[in-house]
T-cell receptor, first 113, second 110 residues
Framework: EAGVTQFPSHSVIEKGQTVTLRCDPI?????LYWYRRVMGKEIKFLLH????????ESGMPNNRFLAERTGGTYSTLKVQPAELEDSGVYFC???????????FGQGTRLTVV | RKEVEQDPGPFNVPEGATVAFNCTYS??????FFWYRQDCRKEPKLLMS???SGNEDGRFTAQLNRASQYISLLIRDSKLSDSATYLC???????????FGRGTSLIVHP
């Protein structure tokens, strides 16, 4: 069974540019989460989808971040325009039901220069 | 106060040693807990779930103390391959969102 996959694995962009991260959850997992880890800090929640609906986006830093989940399948996270402080590793995770045993993708390491 | 707190370490132990980490949580409504293992530059991987008093899987034992609001992870007979960061996560009843601690770094040396 395929796990959670994320693309790209690395991205280096200049301040002011736009970047779109993609996540393909485990098939059948209705819950999809985006997290971010800034160096030396804990993994912080960004938002949660249940199928195609945003259940909770309280962790989104600001309106430069836009997440979508088309048809309840894959999800994208767009950062526009990117700022230096957006650098970090963006993890996507998915889970089945409410139990919260989330499975993580390998992450996208974003560097804004 | 952070919702989930962990001693970042590093814990530096010899092979074969027994080591234990604690993770404290502030939300008394938390009902489910998880230990994840994260290797350098890799994604967190679920190691163990804790729903009641504890769980055991081989050399790994997790225990939950609701009165003191902490969970622990005990690793017996440490292996070099156990070197990693161990993340604790807590899930409140009715919430779908695990909250993570910063992780505890473990280094097992020969």
């Amino acid at each position: 069974e395929a796990g959670v996959t994320q693309f790209p694995s690395h991205s280096v962009i200049e301040k002011g540019q736009t970047v779109t991260l993609r996540c393909d959850p485990i098939s059948g997992h209705d819950n999809l989460y985006w997290y971010r880890r800034v160096m030396g800090k804990e993994i912080k929640f960004l938002l949660h989808f249940v199928k195609e609906s945003k259940q909770d986006e309280s962790g989104m830093p600001n309106n430069r971040f836009l997440a979508e989940r088309t048809g309840g399948t894959y999800s994208t996270l767009k950062v526009q325009p990117a700022e230096l402080e957006d650098s970090g590793v963006y993890f996507c995770a998915s889970s089945q039901g409410w139990a919260g045993e989330a499975f993580f993708g390998q992450g996208t390491r974003l560097t804004v220069v | 106060r952070k919702e989930v707190e962990q001693d970042p370490g590093p814990f530096n132990v010899p092979e074969g040693a027994t080591v234990a980490f604690n993770c404290t949580y502030s939300n008394s409504a938390s009902q489910s807990f998880f230990w994840y293992r994260q290797d350098c530059r890799k994604e967190p991987k679920l190691l163990m779930s804790v729903y009641s008093s504890g769980n055991e899987d081989g050399r790994f034992t997790a225990q939950l103390n609701r009165a003191s609001q902490y969970i622990s992870l005990l690793i017996r007979d440490s292996k070099l391959s156990d070197s990693a960061t161990y993340l604790c996560a807590a899930l409140s009843g009715g919430s779908y969102i695990p909250t993570f601690g910063r992780g505890t770094s473990l280094i097992v040396h020969p």
